[in-house]
């Protein structure tokens, strides 16, 4: 079983639309996670850094941890085109601090 | 601020080849490195960090190599590529234990 798992999608919505992402984990020493932005052909770009339990916003973006849950969520208001892409978690803490562990990805396209 | 610069964007190479890609930091010191590799539709496979000059930790097994000859240049290398080193190669940077990392756009990796 892999430490982090990232719903998989794809996922398509309409302009507008409200998208949540989910990624959930096993390690409970994970305390900093991550939300990373890729287009295609391009090198993930960070879009929310948060640490321990709650929420974050910036924007359009609002990040959130349950630490009782393994489970983070990030979600984009009012999406729009520019907005597809692929999603990734990412998580750090405990033992491997220097590295982060990945979920695989989320495809998102929004519709016009 | 920081940037991250990796260099070729795309090279298609033959079976057998030498393998050479570099990547360069700017804007900080002694910093984390990391290369991946990403295969289509799939998460990131650390293949190699390091936390300092001449330090590097090998994640998996393989036919590549990495070096880090100066505070904030990675070098991945390989002496005879094979058709399974096929792939989209990543390289990024960190600050010290559980900050998160940044990448740069990649090298579109073929082998014929």
């Known amino acids: 079983q892999k430490e982090v798992e990232q719903d998989p999608g794809p996922l398509s919505v309409p302009e507008g639309a409200i998208v949540s992402l989910n990624c959930t984990y096993s390690n409970s020493a994970f305390q900093y996670f991550m939300w990373y932005r890729q287009y295609s052909r391009k090198g993930p770009e960070l879009l929310m850094y948060t640490y321990s339990s709650g929420n974050k916003e910036d924007g359009r973006f609002t990040a959130q941890v349950d630490k009782s849950s393994k489970y983070i969520s990030l979600f984009i208001r009012d999406s729009q085109p520019s907005d597809s892409a692929t999603y990734l978690c990412?998580?750090?803490?405990?033992?491997?601090?220097?590295?982060?562990?990945f979920g695989d990805g989320t495809t998102l396209t929004v519709k016009p | 601020s920081q940037t991250i610069h990796q260099w070729p964007a795309t090279l298609v190479q033959p079976v057998g080849s030498p393998l050479s890609l570099e990547c360069t930091v700017e804007g900080t010191s002694n910093p984390n490195l990391y290369w991946y590799r990403q295969a289509a539709g799939r998460g990131l496979q650390l293949l190699f960090y390091s936390v300092g000059i001449g330090q590097i930790s090998s994640e998996v097994p393989q036919n590549l190599s990495a070096s880090r000859p100066q505070d904030r240049q990675f070098i991945l290398s390989s002496k005879k590529l094979l058709l399974s080193d096929s792939g989209f190669y990543l390289c990024a940077w960190s600050g010290k234990a559980n900050q998160p990392q940044h990448f740069g756009d990649g090298t579109r990796l073929s082998i014929l």
């Open positions: 990412a998580m750090s803490g405990g033992a491997n601090a220097g590295k982060s562990t």
